[in-house]
């Protein structure tokens, strides 16, 4: 089986997003049910030759080579797999996979009420004390950056309050790879 392409062109724009956009987008991942996950679950298992359950370099180099119409330099190769690596143990799991290839388009224009859910259901996981918004400290339990978070605050924080709300989240989701949402 091939490489759907549309995964592929995901999987590269993926290196273009923010940390917070990829945490963000690994949130909304994990908001999916077994159904809807089948053909993202049938490419990774296509990439995953040795069956661990995680995708390493070697396996992701050997898929991509496959896919004459994608020559991907390997530097570049090595880049996708770092930003899709969201945990930093230097292997790609199905969750971060699925973020990495997750049509946000498609879930948002299919069903409204579930992209409200769903979205909602990302932005709890960020949003600790269920206020309403995602502050700093909160970014900072979430994500584990020891140094200052404010960049990445003020990525999503259109009103400028010092906190994302579930619009300025959801805005995020959905756009592309700017780095400021204005």
Do not use: C
Request: no cysteine; charged share 35%.
């Amino acid at each position: 089986m091939p490489l759907d392409i549309s995964l592929l062109a995901n999987m590269r724009e993926f290196v273009k997003y923010s940390r917070l956009k990829q945490l963000a987008l690994r949130a909304l991942a994990s908001t999916l049910d077994t159904e809807e996950l089948a053909a993202v679950r049938d490419q990774f298992d296509v990439i995953d030759v040795d069956k661990s359950g995680t995708i390493t370099l070697e396996e992701i180099r050997q898929a991509l080579s496959k896919d004459r119409p994608w020559m991907i330099k390997e530097s570049r190769i090595l880049e996708i797999l770092q930003a899709m690596d969201t945990n930093r143990d230097g292997l790609v799991d199905f969750q971060e996979f699925v973020a990495a290839t997750l049509h946000v388009r498609q879930l948002e224009e299919g069903d409204t009420v579930k992209w409200q859910m769903r979205s909602r259901d990302a932005f709890d996981k960020f949003d600790f004390d269920k206020d309403g918004y995602i502050s700093a400290e909160e970014l900072r339990m979430h994500t584990g950056i020891k140094g200052s978070i404010e960049p990445l605050l003020d990525e999503a924080d259109i009103d400028m309050d010092g906190k994302i709300n579930l619009p300025e989240f959801q805005k995020l989701l959905k756009l592309g790879s700017a780095t400021r949402i204005l």
